[in-house]
């Protein structure tokens, strides 16, 4: 794995490298083909001229890349959200909040990544600015054969693959059913998604505003700390309890349906290799996670809440939008006004319950994805291939779109073998958990990588 950030700040610190050095590496490999596809647009002159200032080496993210989704508002960028129908837009008059934070922190901008189309869908396909495949930022390899790459998982693909290939130290993207977690396993990376309201979303494009969520994929915990410790401006506070006196579950139930053999083999290994390491885990029923597909059998919130913003648009353009997109938005213009209150209200009821279910534990461990992600030769644009992805994108959305129903956080750790696919195991509780969750991760992710 390469450097994180907090080791390069280091080094920087201790004038071994410089800001500039470390910018000419990010831009050499966005430049590379294993980073094809995974930029919308690159930005070196505001990277180097960050990494240029005086005392940017002393601010928190000591001037080093940090990449942005097409999703986020740059002041003097037009803000497509992947799509073709918005790049007539005026640019941004200003930062959105999370940018401004990264700035401020000494953030230097890459540029804007790639990403599916108005961030509706966990697969990372995108038919209009091409699809980026996927790379093993744990063991620094692609993903697949040659000649045969994997999906990058979305919707956030680009922000995923700029930080496995060494592009970007944080890759800033957004959250809705699962859009860090699914591409930082798919990748091979760590991907936290905090408590929706603790970051704004501010100058981000809407997909659902009851469920998006900002946040960022890393290369390390370490560094998703200090990502979130920026995007949240708050402080996480250090962990001090071994692994033995944290209550950990496990989830059957819906969690570990049709998961594949390869991300079986990589949940059990990962189970056992904490077991070994002194840790409690109880397998709990947690029979409320089926109640979600009946909960959202009129549609869920993201297709009304997102047909609210696109209807005019889609009047307009609607020939010009990603077909599977567009599909899925449609489903949001037949929700009916009592539908969506039921579903308001169904919400918070089973938020409750889960929430009373769990207490007494400190985090819930699953598999962030029950399957590796497929070729993109299996799920490329085209309407043959339609019910293939329409299948993968469900189960790669399905453990992770849980934590978002729940209002809760969630982080992706890597567990996989170098001759294995890359496989996420996934951490998470309730909203208002984050520090607990981050604090866990720090102590499992030297045992994950062990074994």
């Known amino acids: 794995m390469k450097a994180d950030l907090i080791a390069t700040r280091q080094a920087i610190r201790a004038g071994s490298t410089h800001p500039q050095a470390v910018a000419e590496a990010c831009l050499a490999a966005a430049q590379s083909t294993a980073c094809q596809h995974a930029f919308m ?33 740059i002041q003097g960028q037009i803000t497509q959200a992947g799509s073709v129908v918005l790049k007539n837009q005026p640019p941004a008059a200003e930062d959105c909040a999370a940018v401004a934070r990264l700035r401020a922190a000494g953030a230097g901008l890459i540029g804007r990544t790639n990403m599916v189309e108005f961030a509706f869908s966990g697969v990372g396909t995108n038919p209009h600015h ?27 693909s680009g922000a995923a693959v700029s930080v496995a290939t060494g592009a970007a130290f944080i890759g800033l993207g957004s959250d809705t059913g699962g859009s860090i977690r699914v591409p930082a396993a798919l990748n091979g990376i760590v991907g936290f998604k905090n408590t929706a309201r603790l970051v704004p979303t501010t100058g981000a494009l ?11 994929m890393t290369r390390t915990v370490r560094d998703a700390i200090l990502a979130h410790e920026v ?54 029923a947690l029979t409320e996670l089926n109640e979600l597909a009946p909960m959202m059998s009129t549609g869920g919130f993201s297709p009304a809440e997102g ?68 070729q993109i030769s299996a799920v490329a644009p085209g309407a043959e291939r339609d019910a293939e992805f329409f299948r993968v994108n469900g189960l790669l959305l399905r453990n992770t779109s849980a934590v978002n129903t729940l209002d809760g ?26 520090d607990t969750i981050l604090q866990l991760a720090s102590l499992l992710e030297p045992m994950l990588q062990q074994h």
């Not at 002159?45 to 080093?64: I, R």
């Not at 697949?144 to 990058?152: K, L, R, S, W």
Request: aromatic content about 6%; some cysteine.
């Open 41 to 73: 647009q690159l930005t070196p002159e505001a990277l180097q001229q960050t990494a240029q200032q005086p005392q940017v080496a002393q601010s928190p993210l000591a001037g080093l890349a940090v990449s942005i989704k097409d999703l986020f508002d």
């Open 130 to 156: 091409g699809t980026p495949a996927a790379w093993d930022g744990l063991h620094d390899q692609p993903v697949g054969a040659p000649g045969q790459p994997h999906v990058p998982g979305g919707s956030s």
């Open 206 to 216: 809407p997909l659902s505003t009851t469920l998006d969520t900002v946040c960022a």
């Open 231 to 284: 995007l949240s401006a708050r402080r996480v506070p250090q962990g001090r309890r071994p692994l033995s006196g944290y209550r950990l579950a496990v989830v059957k139930s819906l969690m570990q349906d049709s998961m594949d053999a390869t991300v079986t083999r990589a949940f059990e290994r990962s189970l056992n290799a904490l077991r070994a390491a002194g840790a409690r885990i109880d397998e709990i």
């Open 307 to 374: 047909y609210a913003w696109h209807r005019a648009l889609i009047e307009r353009e609607a020939e010009r939008y990603d077909p599977r997109v567009l599909q899925r938005l449609m489903r949001g213009a037949g929700m009916k006004a009592h539908e969506y209150i039921d579903l308001v209200q169904a919400r918070r009821q089973w938020i409750s319950r889960v929430e009373m279910a769990l207490v007494g534990y400190d985090a819930v461990l699953s598999p962030t994805t029950p399957i590796t992600g497929p």
């Open 409 to 434: 956080c969630g982080i992706s750790l890597p567990c996989h073998a170098p001759d294995e696919l890359p496989v996420g195991l996934m951490v998470w509780h309730a909203a208002m958990h984050d």
